[in-house]
């Protein structure tokens, strides 16, 4: 159960696009469709942005896009706004009804 | 509108116990697998346990196996989380957290409850 791979920080200004990274290994990313992404803002509680790899829950902007190729994960965030500075959070299902965290992204709107 | 409120949390000794609960509401709650998440200070979200609809299956980390217990009152629409042996790493905000309908991913959240383990 050892915790998926993010970069602690990435940056961007408004307007341009951002993507993370969460990597992980064949027994959790790379061997489901089980990725998901959530947004936490500071003293708040998570919320979920992506699911399944790329599916959006109603309600979360179309800027906010997921992939995934091999044990590597993606979140991609098109028009940077300021609101969505927060740190983000992907997990995977990683079998018999476990699931795993990345160590969590801090995005700057600068 | 889905809720789910935790209440419970406290500060506790090393060694001692405590229970935290989530009411929720605004839902059919026997209808969801329910998981409990952890972020203990100024770190990031670890997943801890998860119980099926009825109560008959749980799972849980590594590193709570065999000092906590998830459970469910579904005529109460109540998740708990009994936690034994406390240890200073225990130390966090505990969220419980409701499963997405047919696949692996947490779609309602609670605000958190504190647990703070300390002499």
């Known amino acids: 159960q050892s915790a998926l791979t993010q970069p602690r920080s990435v940056s961007g200004s408004p307007g341009q696009s951002v993507t993370i990274s969460c990597t992980g290994t064949s027994s959790d990313v790379g061997d489901y469709n089980y990725v998901s992404w959530y947004q936490q803002h500071p003293g708040k509680a998570p919320k979920l942005m992506i699911y399944d790899v790329s599916e959006r829950p109603s309600g979360v902007p179309d800027r906010f896009s997921g992939s995934k190729s091999g044990n590597t994960a993606s979140l991609t965030i098109s028009g940077l706004q300021a609101e969505d500075e927060a740190d983000y959070y992907c997990c995977s299902y990683a079998g018999s009804f476990t699931s795993v965290f990345g160590g969590g992204t801090k995005l700057t709107v600068l | 509108e889905v809720q789910l409120v935790e209440s419970g949390g406290n500060l506790v000794q090393p060694g001692g116990s405590l229970r935290l609960s989530c009411a929720a509401s605004g839902f059919t709650f026997s209808s969801y697998w329910m998981h409990w998440v952890r972020q203990a200070p100024g770190k990031g979200l670890v997943w801890v346990s998860r119980i099926n609809r009825d109560g008959s299956s749980t799972t849980y980390a590594d590193s709570v196996k065999g000092r906590f217990t998830i459970s469910r009152d579904n005529a109460k629409n109540t998740l708990y989380l009994q936690m034994n042996s406390l240890r200073a790493e225990d130390t966090a905000v505990y969220y419980c957290?409701?499963?997405?309908?047919?696949?692996?991913?947490?779609?309602?959240w609670g605000q958190g409850s504190l647990v703070t383990v300390s002499s």
């Open positions: 957290a409701r499963e997405g309908s047919g696949s692996y991913y947490f779609d309602y």
